[in-house]
């Protein structure tokens, strides 16, 4: 039977796993439903098609599933995989025309809110007050600092660290150190790439990718480079996969001039 | 009438002065002291090992003594311990320490810290700061007594913001602020870092110095951060020439954060308890018995 507090309202229709906790204080909407192990402390409110996988762990005062400002009643899904921790304060809005999709071993520290339709990867840390605007997309492995922002629709790419007060505006490269307003590429995220484990050679094609694609300043990507990296085929099967996303990224900023006149 | 004074969790072993106020829907967890004149808001949440002192005031949806956002937290009974006359705006979060930094969380007395601000693991608040809005606190500071941040700034790891000193809002804090400075950033690119850009008049004056050391300070002030080059050898000049007082208390951090690593003094505790820890921690002989009665 999960442990469910005296003071907390669980619908009856919602699906509850047997090892539950929920503390005092939650509400668990009619169409939720909790995997195993998870443990919700008190003052939690879950609404909409929400889905917590196992050993979800939701902190005190966090809303999961809310529709998002002016949106009506909250009806949209949310999905969130295993073993996800999110914190005090936390805001997690449901997606109104697709499900908010978020993978695993995340972290989502204090007051951090993520848009409706937003879709998340695996182990990502996302500091205290950061935002991710609706239907923004942020690969596996990302790390996020204070105030970090990304704008509606925006991407940040894999094993990328976004620095404190930084704002994304458009696709943002994986593998990188991304700091200031607007964006801008400062280098390659070394650090985060050795802990998790890239050799060195593989870093050290990067960081020579790297150095020919940016030029340190801003986030501008010198065309003939890409164009000449791409045409190698021998490179580095993480090399190609930045220029795929830079490529896919000129693609998609070209589409949206397009739609905007 | 419905009986409302059911609507709060209040774990029977908790220890609770008599005339402290616990509001509607609020969590008390059981390892929680909570002391006289103490009143707790509606929907706040107390759980860990934490002790608050007399007259405080924590606002709507505070989470206070949660487990640290660090990942090497390993679950142990670390501590939270906040003084007496602090005032918590609304959803302020407070956490406990953890076991490799020193295992303690301190917020001092007659501090202020509004909506939504976060106090990470193993920080020190001393007395009287003021924090603002949303100022976020990461793990191991030191704020130092009569400090004052703005809204919306950030500070990193292992910062350290000196007595009497301001922090302009929203400002991205990677080193330590001097003592009696006014630090900001005009721009919020990485190119321009925060600096200091001149004396903080207003906390010179809550400082209330004798008029020989409010002069001395001045001058130091000016001679160190008028233009900040050559920092190091006009250390050295003023600690030559006898600066005596807050002068030489302010030369003396200023060299320390020099010589830590990335300007934060407080960088040798990575990984170790810090001095404040070892004094004040459970382990240095502070009986928690013996501790409610001393509130």
Known sequence: MPEISAHAIVEPTAEVADDVTIGPFCYVGPRVSIGPGCRIANNVTLLGRTSLGQRTEVFPMSVIGAAPPGAGEADGQCLLGEANAVREHVTIYAGAEGPTRIGNHNLFMIASQIGPGAQIGDHGIFDNCTKIGAAAAIE???????FAAVDDGARVGAYSFVAAYAGVQNDAPPYAMLQGFPVRVRGLNTRNLKACGFGEQDIHALKAAFREL??????????????????????NPYVRRLTDALRAAAERATAGDGQDD | MTDLSVLREIDPAARIAPDATVGLYSVIGPDVIIGPGTAVGRRVTIVGHTHLGSGNVIGEGCVLGAAPQDLKYAGGPTMLRIGHRNRFGREVTAHIGTESGGALTRIGDDNVLMDGCHVAHDCFVDD????????????????????RIEDLSGLHHFVTVGRFSLVGPHTPVRRDVPPFTDFRSFDHDWESPPSVCGVHEAGIAAARLPREQEKELRFALKELFDDES???????????????GEAARLCEFCLRSLQGLYGRCREVYRGKAPPEARRLSPEAGIDTKEHYDEL
Do not use: C, P, W
């Open chain 1, 140 to 146: 596996d492995y990302v790390r996020m600092s204070g």
């Open chain 2, 230 to 244: 050559a920092l190091q050898t006009k250390i050295e000049q003023l600690v030559n020439m006898g600066v005596e």
């Open chain 2, 128 to 147: 009287r700061a003021y924090l603002g809005r949303s100022v976020l606190l990461a793990g191991h500071i030191r704020v130092q007594t009569g400090a």
């Open chain 1, 214 to 235: 940016f030029n340190g300043r801003g986030a501008e990507v010198k065309r003939d480079a890409l164009d000449r990296i791409a045409r190698d085929a021998g490179a």
